[in-house]
């Protein structure tokens, strides 16, 4: 698709008239209408206005003429996948798994192909393949070949630590140790907990990224515990066998 039929796709779809949308990115609507009749482009400043309002990229908005890739795991993005910075806006460079509101969530590349191997090795790769591919493919990619660029000083990873010790330290019974926490991203919304002193709320955000882990446990066959946390609160579940819905056993508020 070419920008005007993707800005009037999205557009109509979003039930915006040409004066609606021209309010929301500060120009007006005689400049929408050339836009959507092919006459001009809208400028960078303007691109990243409408990419906030859309919820898409910029490649898209220009009718995705390059094929984008996470720059830290080599992912293939789409829109919806798209890393956030800290104000929001989406970053074109990176997946929300690795890069999250604004942080770098992986310092460490062997941690990042123990967590890529798995997913490869479900679309077909063996372990050995999967592993060769992603030590060959990550040296190559921005991020890491910038890392002591980009770098926080290790600040996450030691906010990761911090978390784990805390983790472990609350003693639930059976629940094996943590050992790693990943970035997670959820499908969890529809979840509600009702959490001590009888609050409602509802795990995990689909817009937010969180730290978590599932735990292979010896307390039964087919059942294993669950870990998210962030900055404000640690949440231990269980799960059942088939992945039932999780029984929240643990919060607390940090």
Not at 103 to 111: C, K, R, V
Request: aromatic share 10%; charged share 30%; with cysteine.
């Amino acid at each position: 698709m070419k920008t005007k039929d993707v800005i009037y796709d999205l557009r109509t779809k979003s039930g915006m008239s040409q004066d609606d949308l021209a309010e929301k990115v500060f120009v007006t609507r005689q400049a929408v209408s050339r836009w959507e009749k092919g006459e001009t482009v809208p400028n960078t400043e303007t691109l990243k206005l409408l990419s906030n309002v859309f919820n898409v990229s910029i490649n898209t908005l220009l009718g995705s003429p390059q094929k984008l890739i996470c720059q830290c795991c080599g992912m293939p993005l789409e829109d919806e996948i798209i890393g956030r910075n800290s104000d929001g806006s989406l970053n074109e460079e990176y997946c929300k798994w690795c890069y999250a509101d604004g942080t770098y969530t992986y310092g460490d590349m062997d941690e990042l192909i123990d967590v890529c191997v798995p997913h490869m090795v479900k679309e077909g790769f063996t372990q050995e393949q999967a592993r060769a591919y992603m030590k060959e493919k990550l040296p190559n990619l921005n991020y890491w070949k910038k890392y002591e660029e980009l770098s926080d000083d290790g600040q996450f990873e030691e906010f990761k630590k911090t978390l784990i010790d805390e983790i472990n330290s609350l003693g639930i019974d059976d629940m094996p140790r943590v050992e790693k926490l990943n970035a997670l991203v959820g499908k969890y919304v529809n979840l509600e907990y009702t959490l001590p002193g009888g609050e409602k709320v509802r795990f995990l955000d689909d817009n937010a990224t969180y730290l978590g882990n599932q735990l292979a446990s010896e307390i039964a066959e087919g059942v294993c515990f669950g870990v998210l946390a962030n900055m404000d609160f640690i949440l231990i579940c269980t799960y059942g066998e088939g992945g039932s819905d999780p029984e929240l056993i643990l919060y607390k508020k940090r």
